[in-house]
């Protein structure tokens, strides 16, 4: 059983351009959360989805960043037009449970690095 | 808001000896609480984790404590091990939130 894999690992993107990351949660896993670790701090959660459904987007700024997970396929994390500031390592978690109940599993996260 | 905070940035231990490390919670509402261990360059890994209905839980060389009246929860790791340096983060959910609150984390050193 593959773990939550991510990729691409490691993303560059000029100022102004679009990073869209993948992840596809552990098999058999519904729940698909993604959180951003900038540097010298802790995760922030970003958002939780279930299959075609957005639970929860609270920690997801509210321009440029978009978030989906469809009925076929891996979850995106999609950010538009990126800033020096949208730098940081995005981690994808999936679990079977919500995450109140349950431990999470983590992907190797991708690092974006926008010049 | 830093509902989860772990106050001491780093910690340095001798191969062997006991590792504790701490975590405050200011949320009552959390019920579900979790350790995860980290590498440079990796993802976190799921460690251990207590319910709010235990105060104690163990795994191997893990154990976690939960004080719930002092909203304080603990690792200890003995003995502790070269391959246990990395960053540790505590984490706490409730039950309806669907999502985890980390706390900044530690970064524990064990030396020879």
């Known amino acids: 059983n593959a773990g939550v894999m991510q990729n691409p690992r490691h993303l560059v993107r000029r100022r102004g351009q679009e990073a869209r990351l993948r992840c596809s949660p552990m098999k058999g896993h519904s729940h698909v959360y993604w959180y951003r670790q900038l540097p010298e701090e802790g995760l922030k959660f970003m958002v939780y989805l279930q299959k075609e459904n957005i639970i929860d987007e609270s920690g997801m700024p509210k321009e440029r960043f978009s978030a989906e997970f469809p009925k076929e396929g891996p979850s995106i994390l999609r950010i538009q037009q990126v800033v020096r500031g949208d730098s940081a390592a995005y981690f994808c978690?999936?679990?079977?449970?919500?995450?109140?109940?349950?431990?999470?599993?983590f992907g190797q996260g991708t690092r974006l690095t926008v010049v | 808001d830093q509902q989860v905070k772990q106050n001491s940035p780093s910690l340095s231990v001798q191969e062997g000896r006991i590792s504790i490390l701490n975590c405050d919670y200011t949320n009552s509402m959390f019920d579900y609480f979790l350790w995860y261990k980290k590498y440079p360059a990796e993802g976190p890994t799921f460690l251990i984790s207590?319910?709010?209905?235990?105060d104690k839980n163990e795994d191997g060389r893990f154990t976690v404590f939960l004080n719930k009246s002092a909203k304080h929860l603990s690792l200890h790791i003995v003995p502790s091990q070269p391959g246990d340096s990395a960053v540790y983060f505590c984490?706490?959910?409730?039950?309806?939130?669907?999502?985890?609150?980390f706390g900044a984390g530690t970064q524990v050193v064990v030396t020879p």
């Open positions: 984490a706490a959910a409730t039950d309806s939130w669907g999502k985890f609150q």
């Open positions: 207590i319910s709010s209905i235990k």
């Open positions: 978690a999936s679990s079977p449970l919500p995450q109140g109940k349950t431990e999470a599993f």
